[in-house]
């Protein structure tokens, strides 16, 4: 009798340490509600549960260097974020100056990224240089993202923190809040930001000032950070503030992973999301701009995770 258990209770086991292993809930850091990345998050989150059985939960932080610091700890598995604050923090420098994040990886290029100062529509204010000696968004201490983002737009327009009227805020909810209720003239957001559509609404409309892309204007902010570029933005229904064709400075939405996280399961991440891109967009259309062609660059100082590298090279999407 003895014997004849004994296959059935090694089953058993066998069955309920399967299902502890798929059940794992892995963890997607994110901002707060509002935001592009929390959006982009949610619907990475849903779209993983349900077509590849991942059991994915998003978890917001203050913001972007919380978010790093919780992935490099393995508090979180992924966060999506700008590159080149992902290559930043790696290296320890600027935000993240005194501590590499050496456990962060890349595990997919999800999007290129629009962002874009904007303003009420009724303003008197149409270029970037228009905003000298105007109230401006500054300090994002729990923002820090903010900072750079601002200053390489403003340099596009030959102008310093020194040429505007800086209004501290803690982070992007915030500052489109105080531009919404007339304590602030300028601020930012990721294009396409659900954020922005409310504020357009309370105030009787908003729009994005265009950035130079000369050459002063692609050195300047290139001095700011290694991954910049600038993007030609076209108007469409989710696009709220961009009524016309519109240069905007640009980066690429990166999924980062801690580097600890096993080769199946960045596999699966990955899969999940280059192969439901029109189900993602259902979601959110701001997912209409997923690289599924071109899903990894090479960016500078920062690697790619191996079970990234292994899904891409199966499908002939890797470059070296």
Not at 67 to 80: P, S, T, W, Y
Not at 95 to 113: E, F, N, W
Not at 241 to 265: C, F, H, P, R
Request: aromatic share 8%; net charge positive.
């Amino acid at each position: 009798m003895k014997k004849s258990l004994l296959p059935l209770i090694t089953a058993c086991s066998i069955t309920l340490l399967s299902g502890s292993v798929s059940a794992q809930i892995l963890s997607i850091a994110s901002p707060p509600q509002g935001s592009v990345w929390n959006t982009m998050s949610n619907g990475i989150a849903n779209i993983g549960r349900s077509k590849e059985n991942i059991n994915l939960v998003v978890q917001p932080y203050s913001g972007n260097r919380a978010m790093m610091d919780a992935v490099n700890q393995g508090l979180a598995e992924f966060a999506i974020n700008d590159v080149n604050d992902a290559i930043v923090a790696v290296q320890g420098d600027a935000d993240y100056k005194g501590k590499k994040r050496t456990h962060l990886r890349v595990a997919l290029r999800i999007s290129p990224q629009p962002i874009g100062i904007f303003v009420r529509k009724d303003a008197d204010i149409d270029s970037i240089a228009d905003l000298k000696g105007k109230r401006v968004a500054s300090g994002w201490n729990a923002f820090p993202i903010g900072r750079p983002h601002m200053e390489a737009m403003l340099a596009t327009g030959g102008l310093t923190w020194d040429d505007v009227r800086k209004v501290p805020v803690p982070d992007l909810i915030r500052a489109a809040d105080n531009l919404s209720s007339g304590r602030l003239d300028a601020t930012y957001f990721a294009v396409g930001g659900p954020k922005v559509a409310e504020v357009d609404a309370s105030v009787g409309g908003v729009k994005f000032l265009p950035v130079k892309t000369d050459q002063a204007a692609r050195e300047a902010v290139l001095k700011i950070r290694p991954a910049f570029y600038f993007s030609n933005v076209q108007p469409a229904p989710h696009l709220v503030g961009i009524e016309q064709a519109t240069q905007m400075l640009t980066w690429d939405n990166v999924l980062i992973v801690n580097d600890k996280v096993s080769e199946d399961q960045v596999y699966q991440m990955v899969k999940a999301i280059l192969e439901n891109k029109e189900s993602l967009i259902k979601l959110y259309p701001g997912f209409k701009s997923l690289a599924v062609n071109v899903p990894n660059k090479n960016y500078p100082g920062i690697e790619y995770h191996p079970g990234a590298i292994r899904y891409f090279k199966e499908k002939g999407l890797w470059q070296e």
